[in-house]
C-alpha cells in the first residue's frame, strides 16, 4: 500500500517552455502533498507544501509564479514549471501523506532537463 | 524539529546485519524517529518509525535508547540492493509535516 505515481519519469526540453510533473497517490487519499527539489549530490530541498482544496504553501526563495503547484484532489497534485531555463535543470520528486504521525510516501521522481 | 547527526559512509558485508546509528540528543518528548532511503536515481523510500519502543518491520528494525537521544536502524540481512543513501529524521507529528533532510549515512552493500 502507500504508492505514489509521478509522471513523466524524465523529460528533456527547451528552453521557455513550460513543463507539468503529476503526482498521484494510487491507494490512498492524500491530505497533504510535498514538492522537493535536489540537485547531484545533494539532499532533497523541500520547494512547497500542498493541501487540496487550497493554496500552496511555498518555501522562501522559491518563486510561486515559476513553480505553479495545483492540488484539486485527495490523490492528484501538479508542478508546472513555466518557462523553464538550464538553472532549473534538477530532479523532482513530490510525496504524499495521510494524517499527522504518518510517514511520507515518495514518487520516484522526474528528472527534468532544459537545454 | 531536532537536528540528527549521522556518520557521512559506512560499509556492510552481503548477508550481515547492517547498523545505522543517528544521535539526536536534543529530541523532544513528541518527536518521532524516521528512517528513509534513496536508492541512486529514485524517489525516498520510507523505512520505518517510532516514538519510544523500539519497532520492526518487514524491512528493518529500529532501536530508540532510553533517553531517545540516540538510535539505530538494523537492516537484519543486508542485500547488496540496500546499498542507498539512509536518512534519519525527527519530527513533531502535527500539522507540519515538514521533513527536514540531513545529509544522511551512505551505506555499501559489498558482495
Known amino acids: 500500500g502507500a504508492v505514489v505515481s509521478q509522471h513523466p519519469s524524465w523529460v528533456i526540453c527547451k528552453s521557455g517552455t513550460s513543463v507539468k510533473i503529476e503526482c498521484r497517490s494510487l491507494?490512498?487519499?492524500?491530505?497533504?502533498m510535498f514538492w522537493y527539489r535536489q540537485f547531484p549530490k545533494q539532499s532533497l530541498m523541500l520547494m512547497a507544501t500542498s493541501n487540496e482544496g487550497s493554496k500552496a504553501t511555498y518555501e522562501q526563495g522559491v518563486e510561486k509564479d515559476k513553480f505553479l503547484i495545483n492540488h484539486a484532489s485527495l490523490t492528484l497534485s501538479t508542478l508546472t514549471v513555466t518557462s523553464a531555463h538550464p538553472e532549473d535543470s534538477s530532479f523532482y520528486i513530490c510525496?504524499?501523506?495521510?494524517?499527522?504521525?504518518?510517514?511520507?510516501?515518495f514518487g520516484d521522481g522526474t528528472r527534468l532537463s532544459i537545454l | 524539529d531536532a537536528k540528527t547527526t549521522q556518520p557521512t559512509s559506512m560499509d556492510c558485508a552481503e548477508g550481515r546485519a547492517a547498523n545505522l546509528p543517528c544521535n539526536h540528543s536534543?529530541?523532544?518528548?513528541?518527536?518521532?524517529v524516521y528512517w528513509y532511503r534513496q536508492i541512486h536515481s529514485q524517489g525516498p523510500q520510507y523505512i520505518i518509525h517510532?516514538?519510544?519502543?523500539?519497532e520492526t518491520n518487514e524491512m528493518a528494525s529500529l532501536i530508540i535508547t532510553e533517553d531517545r537521544k540516540s538510535s539505530t536502524l538494523i537492516l537484519p540481512h543486508a542485500t547488496l540492493r540496500d546499498t542507498a543513501v539512509y536518512y534519519c529524521i525527527v519530527r513533531v507529528a502535527d500539522s507540519n509535516y515538514q521533513l527536514i533532510w540531513g545529509a544522511g549515512t551512505k551505506l555499501i552493500i559489498k558482495p
Open positions: 517510532g516514538l519510544k519502543n523500539n
Open positions: 491507494d490512498f487519499q492524500a491530505t497533504t
Open positions: 536534543t529530541i523532544s518528548g513528541n518527536e518521532y
Open positions: 510525496s504524499a501523506v495521510t494524517g499527522s504521525s504518518q510517514p511520507q510516501h
